[in-house]
């Protein structure tokens, strides 16, 4: 497989990309909030976030505006391993993320629960800076990167999807890099609402 996806120029920057005002957490107040559809709803402060097994991994970074940068480590905690401990519903198909500041982006449970998928609080070794999402961003580097929420504070789990922020704005409602689905041409096709109807 190639390793741009089609439409991407590769810099050697690390451009940052906020929309509005970047909103300042300290380590001390950030929570994580996981709700929603799960049995068992729990928040996360960041000395937990700490405590649970960390990995490392360094992936490219795809923003839907054409810049690609390659090879970003980070290090954070699966969101996999909360989801788990979160016990999502059998009916939860999708997730709106949060963000403080009032950021929202949507997502597939599956999407949310690939291995490479962190709350990431470490870049290149350091902890996360304060306009790269610092304290915690969420890190989906299989999707555009309007998808890693920076400061983020809740996943929500639903059995519908509900477009975030850039998806209602007319971003595509998944975001997938190597298809090229940056905007939303047409209504969503209902083939990808087949979440909706795994219900068991
Ligand atoms: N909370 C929040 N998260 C966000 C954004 C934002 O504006 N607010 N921008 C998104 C977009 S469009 C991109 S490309 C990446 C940029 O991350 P960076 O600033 O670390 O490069 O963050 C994403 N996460
Ligand atoms: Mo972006």
Redesign the pocket.
């Given at each position: 497989m190639e390793r741009i996806p089609p439409g991407q120029i590769v810099t050697e920057r690390?451009?940052?990309?906020?929309?509005?005002e970047e909103p300042r957490v300290a380590p001390e107040a950030w929570r994580l909030e996981v709700g929603g559809l799960v049995e068992e709803p729990f928040a996360l402060t960041y000395a937990e976030l700490l405590a649970l097994p960390q990995v490392e991994l360094t992936r490219d970074?795809h923003?839907?505006?054409r810049w690609s940068r390659l090879d970003v480590t980070w290090r954070g905690v699966r969101v996999k391993d909360l989801l788990e401990r979160a016990r999502p519903k059998p009916e939860a198909v999708a997730a709106l993320v949060h963000?403080y500041?009032g950021?929202t982006t949507n997502l597939l449970l599956e999407d949310l629960l690939r291995e490479d998928v962190l709350l990431a609080h470490t870049l290149f070794g350091k902890p996360l800076p304060p306009?790269?999402?610092g304290p915690v961003?969420l890190l989906v580097p299989h999707l555009y990167?309007?998808k890693?929420?920076?400061?983020v504070r809740a996943i929500e789990l639903l059995d519908h999807l509900e477009l975030g922020f850039?998806e209602r704005m007319g971003y595509h409602w998944r975001g997938d890099p190597w298809r090229e689905e940056r905007f939303q041409e047409g209504p969503i096709p209902a083939a990808s609402l087949r979440f909706r109807s795994k219900k068991t």
């Open positions: 690390f451009p940052i990309l906020t929309y509005g970074f923003c839907v505006t963000a500041g950021y306009e790269r999402g961003r990167a309007w890693s929420a920076k400061w850039w």
